[in-house]
């Protein structure tokens, strides 16, 4: 059995003529048969019986018709699938930190279709728990092909390109002893209750070092992971925290103040897995980014 002899069936099957299937085949009337009766031969049942000049199928040929069109369906969407990812073309698993989702990525995908008029290329974004090590995972394990998140030590596969940076703030809220500041030295905010990020964040190490440059740490009052989450509480008055500097703050109760002391911005890098194949949409859109990174 073989591809040609399922869609030699599939032809037959609905033209019920040897000779016209024949004719639409581009094969001789001996060479269809001779495939039909083979087919037949290997399956152990009759797929066709004879009705005067044409032929029908049987019992057994209809059902076997249905499944073989669904085969066949399948395989040829994949198929074409699979030529249009060679041609440039296709489908981009894209993880991400939240935090990037409102504006950076969103640009450099935004910008690269601008460049690709008439392409089809079809953008899936991932943000699973929004957590560096998760994502990272997720694209060791080929579930992403591109990542945007924080930087990882010891990752020996994955290749770690900056792509933009932020600066970590401090948010209050709006009626907090400290909102009428506009800039302020971190160690200024040990004497009020903070709320912070979780251990398995990629912003707490750093964070945590910044208060040891300060000769201290919060009273911490709650732990979270993601940066909105921590943003919220703060606006419903449950303490201050240090968060990356994120559009959403504008839209909420809190009031934001630069750190002048200990001065640090955030990177935040594009992460791929190497040495291994990537369709050229893929290729394309990497050297995209990194072209346009705003560093």
Known sequence: MNLYHLRYFVTLAHLEHYTKAAEILAITQPSLSHAIASLEKELGVKLFEKEGRNVVLTK????????????????????????????????????????????????????????????????????????????????????????FCSLMENEPSIEFTPVARQELVVIVPEDHPLSGRHEIDLKETLPYPQIVFSKRSGLRPIIDHLFE???????????????????????????????????????????????????????????????????????DFKRYVTEHAKL
Not at 86 to 109: C, H, K, N, W, Y
Not at 119 to 127: E, G, Q, S
Not at 235 to 254: D, Q, T
């Open 60 to 147: 057994c040929g209809q059902a076997f018709l249905t499944d073989v069109e669904q085969a066949l369906g399948m395989l040829d969407s994949s198929i074409n699938k699979l030529q249009m990812t060679g041609s440039g073309e296709g489908r981009i698993d894209v993880a991400l930190l939240r935090t990037l989702s409102t504006s950076v990525v969103p640009q450099f995908v935004r910008g690269f279709l601008d460049t690709r008029p008439g392409k089809n290329i079809d953008f899936y974004f991932h943000t699973s728990t929004g957590l560096t090590p998760d994502i990272i995972q997720g694209v060791k394990e080929r579930r992403y092909d591109v990542a």
């Open 213 to 283: 440059q300060c000769g201290g740490q919060p009273d911490i009052v709650y732990s979270l992971e993601e940066d909105q989450a921590v943003a919220g509480l703060v606006g419903a008055g449950f303490g201050i925290a240090v968060v990356p500097r994120m559009e959403i703050l504008g839209y909420m109760p809190v009031h934001t103040i630069a750190i002048h002391e200990p001065a640090w911005e955030r990177l935040f890098y594009m992460a791929t897995l190497k040495n291994v194949y990537q369709a050229p949409a893929i290729i």
